[in-house]
């Protein structure tokens, strides 16, 4: 059935990713479909890797939905700072090729860019964010994890205790693995995030809502951690990180017309997901400008 094997084909994506960055030193899908991802990719950390992360499996679940804890309006700062996070418009920087590797540079291309553009044309469109920010916190977070495992491996050498640096590892990948995840998903990385916007030859859904129907109810009343965990490949060790991360983005983000198509198909993602096993409700679509 080809909508099924598309949905699994996405999320194997996020666990290639993220084992992939888990092996060098190292959603956007609703509360469980984050910790489905994180636990499965855990499970596939090799057996090269440290005993201590290979047995944390149930804990990097638990940190899969993490940054979405901090979206809440009683820690505003919170929320307010990590909300560009999840997402990245790659239309809006089509004419930033490559993207600069550090977050200021990025702000300041947009800034420019916004200052070149007059408000008729939405000048607002290029503030860091409106554009979203996705590359730069999952490669901030991947530092960090780097960071810990260089602590960790001199620790070991200098036979120091290891216990602390062994909970920071497991967190730093457990918080790693939700925006690897939120990467897979091709309404994370488009302007077409929710609602079809500009130039539709394909009379593709413009009502807001699509965004919801496919990462939380769609995937809930389809797609299991069974059904995607022997799809995840083996890992790699990649020479570019960010490249590498960039390139999965893009490829997500090739994938967005598919999703619209889905929705636009007889069954349509509204009927798939109200069916009878279904338990993913559709009344759940959240008001923020990226649902998770
Ligand atoms: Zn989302
Ligand atoms: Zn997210």
Redesign the pocket.
């Given at each position: 059935m080809k909508t099924w094997r598309f949905g699994r084909g996405l999320v194997s994506l996020a666990l290639t990713a993220l084992v992939l960055f888990q092996s060098v030193g190292a959603?956007?899908?609703g509360n469980e479909g984050?910790v489905a991802i994180n636990r499965v990719a855990a499970e596939r950390i090799p057996a090269s890797m440290p005993r201590f992360l290979r047995r944390a499996a149930g804990e990097i679940a638990y940190l899969g939905?993490e940054?979405?804890r901090w979206?809440s309006p009683s820690e505003f700062a919170l929320k307010n700072a990590q909300e560009a996070?999840?997402?990245i418009d790659l239309e809006r920087v089509s004419w930033l090729d490559p993207l600069p590797a550090g977050r200021y540079e990025f702000y300041r291309k947009l800034y420019e860019k916004r200052a070149a553009t007059s408000s008729a044309n939405h000048a607002d469109d290029y503030l860091p964010e409106h554009v979203g920010l996705q590359p730069y916190i999952t490669m901030e977070v991947y530092g960090r994890l780097k960071a810990a495992f260089r602590e960790y491996r001199q620790r070991v050498a200098a036979h120091q205790p290891t216990q602390a640096v062994q909970q920071a590892i497991i967190f730093y990948a457990g918080w790693l693995g939700?925006?690897v995840?939120?990467g897979s998903?091709p309404l994370?990385t488009t302007i077409q995030y929710n609602g079809w916007v500009g130039a539709n030859p394909n009379g593709y859904t413009t009502q807001h809502g699509i965004h919801a129907q496919f990462e939380t109810a769609y995937v809930a009343a389809n797609v299991t951690a069974k059904d995607f965990a022997g799809l995840v490949k083996s890992p790699e060790q990649m020479d570019d990180p960010f490249a590498g991360y960039v390139a999965y983005l893009r490829q997500s983000n090739g994938l967005v017309e598919n999703v619209y198509a889905l929705e636009k198909a007889p069954e349509g993602l509204r009927e798939r997901a109200l069916r009878p096993h279904s338990s993913s409700p559709l009344d759940g679509l959240r008001p923020d400008r990226?649902c998770?």
């Open positions: 959603g956007a899908w984050h939905p940054p979405d979206r996070d999840h997402f939700h925006y995840a939120d998903q994370h990226r998770c």
